[in-house]
């Protein structure tokens, strides 16, 4: 008797985390990382945590707003934590962090954040495909879940593929305050 699948995949088996040591080559002229360098190893690490979420190649569709809070410096080694927070039907929002420290770990703190968006495409048509659910088990995890499809909506509108008024979960955020 075979094992049942399960309809969706822990957070968990889909974290990716990533590390890098900050060269010459990756900073600008004031000795910090440069920010399209960061830009790039974070679609890395989220479109690894997408595509073994999906089990399926993927491509970014979209990145959220990108914070950046502190300056990484020349000698840092910055950690990518990236982690799925919710699928939809073919898509799914994947939460990337980046915390800085010196090479001994001394100064540790949180750098960066961004949400990315992922389709999963078929290996050979190269169309968007189903992706499997999304089961959180931790509070974060289960915060993060819930939130997502207000980003998702916000996202939609501003890209104008939804218009405000069609926005259900933003229109009952909104109104909960009346």
Same mark, same amino acid.
């Given at each position: 008797?075979?094992?049942?699948?399960?309809?969706?995949?822990?957070?968990?088996?889909?974290?990716? =985390?990533?590390?890098?040591?900050?060269?010459?080559?990756?900073?600008?002229?004031?000795?910090?990382?440069?920010?399209?360098?960061?830009?790039?190893?974070?679609?890395?690490?989220?479109?690894?945590?997408?595509?073994?979420?999906?089990?399926?190649?993927?491509?970014?569709?979209?990145?959220?707003?990108?914070?950046?809070?502190?300056?990484?410096?020349?000698?840092?080694?910055?950690?990518?934590? @990236?982690?799925?927070?919710?699928?939809?039907?073919?898509?799914?929002?994947?939460? =990337?962090?980046?915390?800085? @420290?010196?090479?001994?770990?001394?100064?540790?703190?949180?750098?960066?954040?961004?949400?990315?968006?992922? =389709?999963?495409?078929?290996?050979?048509?190269?169309?968007?495909?189903?992706?499997?659910?999304?089961?959180?088990?931790?509070?974060?995890?289960?915060?993060?879940?819930? =939130?997502?499809?207000?980003?998702?909506?916000?996202?939609?509108?501003? @890209?104008?593929?939804?218009?405000?008024?069609?926005?259900?979960?933003?229109?009952?955020?909104?109104?909960?305050?009346?």
């Amino acid at each position: 008797m075979e094992p049942e699948k399960l309809e969706g995949k822990l957070v968990s088996i889909s974290k990716t =985390v990533m590390t890098e040591m900050i060269m010459p080559n990756d900073t600008n002229p004031m000795g910090n990382l440069m920010g399209g360098y960061l830009m790039r190893w974070m679609d890395i690490a989220c479109a690894i945590c997408a595509a073994r979420h999906c089990e399926s190649l993927v491509a970014t569709a979209s990145v959220d707003h990108i914070s950046f809070h502190e300056p990484i410096r020349l000698g840092d080694v910055i950690t990518l934590t @990236a982690q799925v927070t919710r699928a939809f039907t073919t898509s799914v929002e994947i939460f =990337v962090e980046v915390s800085a @420290a010196d090479i001994t770990g001394a100064n540790p703190r949180q750098s960066n954040h961004a949400y990315f968006t992922f =389709v999963a495409l078929d290996k050979s048509s190269g169309k968007p495909i189903k992706v499997p659910a999304v089961i959180p088990i931790t509070n974060e995890e289960k915060k993060q879940f819930e =939130v997502a499809s207000r980003r998702r909506e916000l996202r939609l509108i501003l @890209a104008g593929k939804l218009k405000p008024e069609e926005a259900m979960e933003l229109r009952n955020f909104f109104t909960e305050f009346k």
